[in-house]
């Protein structure tokens, strides 16, 4: 099951995270595994808003670390959804959930 964690970003700015994977209160060993994950306006949404990927940095002890550009984060502020699984083959976990806060900027 999927950890709840919600993203707030600024928009036309940059974020990075590091977050650790995990399952039956211990670290998902990520080596051999990618990460990759979606923005959606809402739960049914077939319009995809932003394809996350992330770096898998310490595969043994389940890091990894999520990093958005300007580029990334040129989006229409508002909240939406995101989601976020390791995959291998046909193996998936589900990793985080939450809300993808992108707030407004004032100068462009």
Do not use: C, H, W
């Not at 950890?3 to 211990?26: H, K, W």
């Not at 990520?30 to 310490?58: E, K, M, P």
């Not at 959804?81 to 589900?94: C, I, N, T």
């Amino acid at each position: 099951m999927a950890t709840s964690f919600d993203i707030e970003v600024e928009q036309g700015g940059n974020y990075s995270v590091s977050l650790i994977a995990s399952g039956n209160n211990a670290a998902l060993n990520l080596s051999n595994y990618g990460i990759s994950g979606q923005v959606r306006y809402q739960y049914g949404s077939t319009g995809i808003l932003l394809d996350l990927g992330a770096n898998v940095t310490t595969g043994a002890a389940g890091a990894f670390t999520l990093t958005l550009d300007s580029n990334d984060l040129n989006l229409p502020f508002g909240r939406f959804l995101y989601d976020m699984e390791a995959y291998s083959g046909v193996q998936v976990y589900k990793l985080y959930k939450g809300n993808f806060d992108v707030l407004p900027e004032v100068t462009f």
